[in-house]
Nanobody
Framework: QVRLVESGGGLVQAGGSLRLSCEAR????????LAWYRQAPGEQRELVAT???????DYADSVKGRFTISKDNIKNTLYLQMNSLEPEDTAVYYC?????????WGQGTQVTVSS
């Protein structure tokens, strides 16, 4: 079984930056897609960024040019670098690992952007 542990959320002023981390505890095998999602109050969970096995990345239009998804295979960690944050980015952020053997989610980390 895989457990995803998230960290890095917090409160930041508009224009600031945060880096979210998602560490995989357990054996990762058969990964198809790595991703970050977010869910704002009263909204449905939306896809923010993806990273495929072949290294391709994609981003929601709302975060293109500001967010970067990456990973460290040795540390078994997925990252989301968030720059030029806006109040509209306020949400709970979740990492996700889609494998041939199942789908796994992090516990969520709150990102709040003020002003």
């Amino acid at each position: 079984q895989v457990r995803l542990v998230e960290s890095g959320g917090g409160l930041v002023q508009a224009g600031g930056s945060l880096r979210l981390s998602c560490e995989a505890r357990g054996i990762i095998r058969g990964v198809r897609v790595l991703a970050w999602y977010r869910q704002a109050p009263g909204e449905q969970r939306e896809l923010v960024a993806t990273l495929t096995l072949d290294g391709r990345t994609d981003y929601a239009d709302s975060v293109k040019g500001r967010f970067t998804i990456s990973k460290d295979n040795i540390k078994n960690t997925l990252y989301l670098q968030m720059n030029s944050l806006e109040p509209e980015d306020t949400a709970v952020y979740y990492c996700n690992v889609d494998q041939t053997g199942g789908n796994y989610w992090g516990q969520g980390t709150q990102v709040t952007v003020s002003s």
